[in-house]
């Protein structure tokens, strides 16, 4: 344990941890599961192209969201540009979408040649909102891409309200909430469509892929066709837009025995939240975001806020913990509308956004984060707060 500051390895002491305790999910299914999936298509010699494990992947994931149809996709980033381009309206030039946000949403907007229009959060849900959203609708507005904060869900009934209303095609990037549910229905089911990730770092893991939900056929069958080069039968292209985006059997298997273990998963995650819970409470300056239990959630991230009464600031709480191997990292910071950009966008004035993006980290979660591990990051931290005051002094000498 670390008494002094002498013992924190930014100042020359041992790191806490030997190998990086991160935040990125890792989860590792049963290998026998996932040998038995990949002995299915071995077994068949089909090892991508709409395969039968792709296909049941598709059914179990649209049963689990209880929608109509499921499309995989090779990522979700590409499931989100597919996605755009077959819903935004056509001849319009710009896309609604929060700052607070994925890293690379801009990068999905250039893609299809929209421009973001960021618009603000809420800052008691991180998200995108109703009032927010429709302050920045106009005549140019292509699609509204409302994105899931990491903990919890947005107002998804206002914002696909004001979608009606406005006669505007709604995405969600239901990518951090894929387990969570709301007073109306299970997230999957609303907008026009939802996109979700099968990356590592996500709560199913398929190594990578992606998949979008929606009770659309003409949607379902269009993005079926485009993620295969849009060929309908042989060189008879169907639909523009296509390209190679499918998602294949190995991927099918991994996200197949990720779901066998989805339970597992959430009561392991449960459990963890749980102790961060009980040990960072007593910890004044920091503040968990709890998880709203009324509804299915996964308590898969540990995001915590940086209070101003907390006496480090968060770059230097940041430098500290990553001596120690421990790898937080600030939530969505800085906001897409504060990064250098190298394609057309539409400069915003977001001070909501800009207070919160530097107010969060995320802390060590998931499959390679274990119960020791978090007791020693929160007395850690604990040692941080009584002795932050020499900590700022040997900062502010070096
Ligand atoms: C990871 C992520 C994506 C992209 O998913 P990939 O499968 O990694 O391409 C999109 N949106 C959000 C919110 C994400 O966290």
């Known amino acids: ?119 603000e959060v809420d800052p008691h849900t991180l998200a995108m909102d109703r009032a927010s959203a429709e302050a920045c609708i106009n005549d140019a507005t292509a699609l509204i891409l409302c994105v899931h904060p990491i903990v919890n869900c947005c107002d998804t009934e206002g914002v696909a309200a004001l979608a009606r209303e406005r006669q505007i095609p709604l995405l969600f990037d239901a990518v951090e909430s894929v387990y969570e549910s709301q007073a109306t229905g299970k997230v999957g089911q609303f907008g026009d469509a939802e996109i979700f990730s099968l990356h590592a770092s996500k709560l199913i893991n398929g190594f990578e892929g992606g998949y979008l939900t929606t009770n659309n056929r003409q949607l379902a069958e269009d993005l079926a066709l485009m993620r295969g080069f849009g060929f309908k039968q042989v060189d008879h292209i169907a639909v523009a837009g296509g390209m190679n985006a499918k998602l294949n059997e190995v991927h099918a298997a991994m996200a197949l025995a990720s779901l066998d273990d989805l339970e597992q998963q959430v009561a392991r995650n449960r459990a963890r939240y749980r102790l961060y819970q009980s040990l960072l409470q007593p910890i004044p300056g920091l503040q968990l975001l709890e998880f709203d239990e009324t509804q299915a959630t996964s308590y898969k991230n540990i995001v915590v806020r940086l209070e101003a009464s907390w006496p480090l600031s968060r770059a230097d709480t940041l430098r500290i913990l990553h001596a120690e191997k421990i790898v937080a990292r600030p939530y969505y910071s800085p906001a897409l509308h504060q990064k250098a950009m190298a394609y057309a966008h539409i400069p915003a004035d977001l001070p909501a956004t800009d207070k919160l993006s530097g107010e969060f980290m995320l802390l060590p979660c998931g499959h390679h984060v274990d119960e020791h591990d978090i007791r020693q990051i929160a007395a850690l931290l604990t040692m941080l707060l009584q002795h932050a005051a020499s900590i700022n002094q040997e900062l502010e000498a070096a």
């Not at 924190?8 to 038995?36: Q, Y």
């Not at 049941?56 to 996709?73: D, I, M, S, W």
């Not at 499931?79 to 319009?92: D, E, F, P, W």
């Not at 929060?98 to 929209?114: E, F, G, K």
């Open 1 to 119: 344990m670390k008494n002094s500051i002498a013992d924190l390895a930014l100042f020359g002491g041992n790191s806490l941890f030997a190998t990086p305790k991160s935040t990125s999910n890792l989860v590792r299914p049963d290998i026998e599961h996932f040998l038995a999936y990949s002995k299915q298509f071995h077994a068949q010699r089909q090892y991508t192209n709409n395969g039968p494990l792709v296909r049941q992947l598709e059914k179990r994931l649209a049963a689990f969201h209880q929608t109509e149809y499921c499309v995989t996709f090779c990522s979700g980033f590409w499931a989100l540009v597919l996605a755009i381009s077959s819903l935004a309206r056509k001849g319009k030039s710009e896309i609604v979408m929060p700052s607070l946000t994925y890293r690379r949403m801009a990068d999905i907007a250039a893609w299809n040649n929209l421009k973001p229009r960021f618009c």
